[in-house]
């Protein structure tokens, strides 16, 4: 029996985000290159989204590059960079045929030029699509996005189209890249890590964190099954008792 049968499929999460980690271990367990890894981690990501567009997932944030992680090898970055303009590129046809709509958030004038075109291609290609927003977090890192969000803000206040007095929790996160998405409810790292990463710090206030060392190229969709479960058996409180909880149901 799949762990799929055992979700109650009234209470799935309807954003999951994923910091997608573990492919560089995963490639040297294997006496490879990093590249190999990565290229072997867009397997999982085919077949993660796919399994979300399954069970009607509405949103799917996936951690694919880091502003933090243009600073690593030259070779590696260029090989990332390749491999995503690739995949858009084949992908595209099979999001348009699952009803899956790309979005992209991030700092994406740091891209290079082909793979922003090829992007926007996707972006504009699979946009009347009304089943799963695959939302791809690229060149993003959260303190920059915030940052981003105030500079945005001291414009408008300056300008005058915008009070200090009416800067409210809903104000703020209209100027996040994140603005026309809801907070994920759950979030998956993979491989073994206790971190963040600057990954969504704003929105991440409530979610229910879900680490397991599985590393990111064997993740498929029974793992994600059991992420579901596991978040399905919590008792999310949101600040209040859980005696609180048992009487507001009723
Ligand atoms: C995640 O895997 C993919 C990216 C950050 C692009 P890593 O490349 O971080 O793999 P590890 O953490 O070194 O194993
Ligand atoms: C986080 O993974 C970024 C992505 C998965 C894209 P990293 O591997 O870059 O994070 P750290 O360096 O281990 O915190
Ligand atoms: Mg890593």
Not at 154 to 180: C, D, H, M, N, W
Request: aromatic share 8%; proline share 4%; glycine share 6%.
């Amino acid at each position: 029996m799949s762990l799929k049968d055992k979700l109650d499929m009234n209470r799935l999460p309807s954003h999951i985000a994923i910091i997608m980690d573990g492919n560089g271990r995963w490639a040297k367990e294997k006496g490879e290159d990093r590249l190999f890894g990565h290229l072997h981690g867009v397997e999982s990501v085919r077949n993660i989204v796919e399994g979300c567009a399954e069970l009607g997932i509405q949103y799917l944030t996936l951690y694919a590059f880091s502003t933090e992680n243009w600073d690593r090898p030259e070779n590696e970055v260029s090989g990332l960079m390749s491999l995503l303009v690739d995949t858009i590129r084949k992908e595209v046809p099979t999001l348009n045929k699952n009803n899956i709509r790309l979005h992209v958030i991030g700092e994406v004038n740091m891209l290079p030029e082909d793979a922003r075109a090829e992007l926007n291609e996707a972006i504009a290609e699979t946009g009347k699509n009304t089943g799963l927003n695959l939302v791809m977090a690229l060149s993003y890192s959260s303190r920059w996005e915030i940052i981003n969000a105030v500079k945005q803000i001291a414009e408008a206040v300056k300008a005058g189209t915008i009070i200090p007095e009416e800067i409210s929790q809903a104000v703020f996160q209209g100027y996040l890249t994140t603005s026309r998405f809801p907070d994920p409810e759950l979030m998956i790292r993979t491989s073994g890590e206790y971190r963040i990463s600057n990954f969504l710090l704003y929105q991440l206030a409530y979610s229910e964190l879900y680490f397991t060392p599985t590393l990111w190229p064997d993740f498929r969709k029974e793992n994600l099954y059991e992420a579901i479960l596991d978040f399905q058996q919590r008792e999310r409180r949101f600040g209040k008792t859980g005696e609180q909880l048992k009487t507001d149901r009723v």
